[in-house]
Nanobody, 114 residues
Framework: VQLQASGGGLVQAGGSLRLSCAAS????????MAWYRQAPGKEREWVTL???????NYLDSVKGRFTISRDNAKNTVYLQMNSLRPEDTAVYYC?????????WGKGTQVTVSS
């Protein structure tokens, strides 16, 4: 089962995007969910997570700009990204935390132009 992120696109610096990721109830209900990203030429990195009971944590560089949320009724996790910067350009993925190999999907491309 792969988790497929959606909602990426091209946006100017300072703009916003909202990413979504739907999962099966089996995966979603008891797990901490997370967003990760991989910029060109770099390793994939963790960006943010949300526990089953709603606790969150963020990479320092996105604190105050990104917000993770989850809708347990829809088995969906969201990433609201505001004040986007060119350095946020990457392919964004969702997965559990820690990530499960079989759940990695293709991700969604986010490109921020300066």
């Amino acid at each position: 089962v792969q988790l497929q992120a959606s909602g990426g696109g091209l946006v100017q610096a300072g703009g916003s995007l909202r990413l979504s990721c739907a999962a099966s109830g089996t995966i979603f209900s008891i797990n901490t969910m997370a967003w990760y990203r991989q910029a060109p030429g770099k390793e994939r990195e963790w960006v943010t997570l949300i526990s089953a009971d709603g606790r969150t944590n963020y990479l320092d560089s996105v604190k105050g700009r990104f917000t993770i949320s989850r809708d347990n009724a829809k088995n969906t996790v969201y990433l609201q990204m505001n004040s986007l910067r060119p350095e946020d350009t990457a392919v964004y993925y969702c997965n559990t935390f820690p990530g499960v190999r079989d759940y990695w999907g293709k991700g969604t491309q986010v490109t921020v132009s300066s």
